[in-house]
């Protein structure tokens, strides 16, 4: 900017896409100059809000113009819409890719400008350049998440609000289900009733908080680097986030349990029978 070196900056080809669900027309409105828009619907699909097939998801980031090696910067006005896709994309093993700290607020509030109109447009790229997915083990099924309960150092964290850990509520208008996995531990999430409510990660700003702070009220709940973890939440957006800033903390054995607790509490009676006093 201004002829003043940018630290970390790209080593190469980088993209700046806005990731939502459904939110098209406020992007429309103001989103920060240069952004593509991604809705969630192109990299997760029913009945449980899973991933898409590894060759649909292939073709949305080729689409996108990224291959394995384009730097991808991800913001949103919902930090666990833009966590989804940047746990999609290391999963498919894109290399270097990014969060904008406190989102499209962060942005305005240090009174940057804002853009209106369709949004930015990049050239599809024709091959991914490496092996897809690149880090398969960064997403677990349901049969994995049960064997990972037996594991002696393995642990599922369940990035759900207390309320929701607890069985007091299921959290979510479309889960009928309460409760949580038998011998999950609480990773936090929020408060209140807004599922996507990441409080106990964010400071009022809304950025992240320290990772002191984070690795300690995980290490409260038996969760630390040397555990096979796999986070899970609902659906899997909360759970992605905690993921993230795992992965930034330099936790090497991590996953999402991309089902979470509306796949499981769908399974055999004998798994959803998980109601917290």
Partial sequence: MAGVAVRAAPASHWCLLEVDCGALDAFLQCHIPGAAYLDTARLEEGPFWNKVADAA???????????????????????TAAARAAHLMLYAGVTDVRLLDGGVHAWLRAGLPCATGAPQRYAA?????????????YLINMRQA?????QSDGALASIR??????GKTSGYSYIQARGDIPGARWGRAGTGTDMNNMSA?????????????????WRDQGLHPGLQTAFYCGTGWRASLAFFYAWLMGWERISVY??????????EPVFSETIRQ
């Fill in 201 to 217: 990660f964010h400071g009022s700003d809304g950025s992240m908080r320290p990772a002191s702070d984070i690795c300690q009220f």
């Fill in 57 to 79: 998801l292939l073709q949305v980031l080729l689409g996108l113009g990224i291959r394995h090696d384009t730097t991808v910067i991800l913001y949103g006005r919902n930090m």
């Fill in 146 to 150: 049960k064997a990972l309960l037996w």
């Fill in 125 to 137: 790229a024709t091959r991914f350049g490496a092996t897809f997915p690149g880090r398969p083990h």
């Fill in 258 to 267: 991309d089902g979470g607790w509306f796949e499981w509490s769908h399974a």
């Fill in 161 to 166: 609000t207390w309320d929701e850990f607890t």
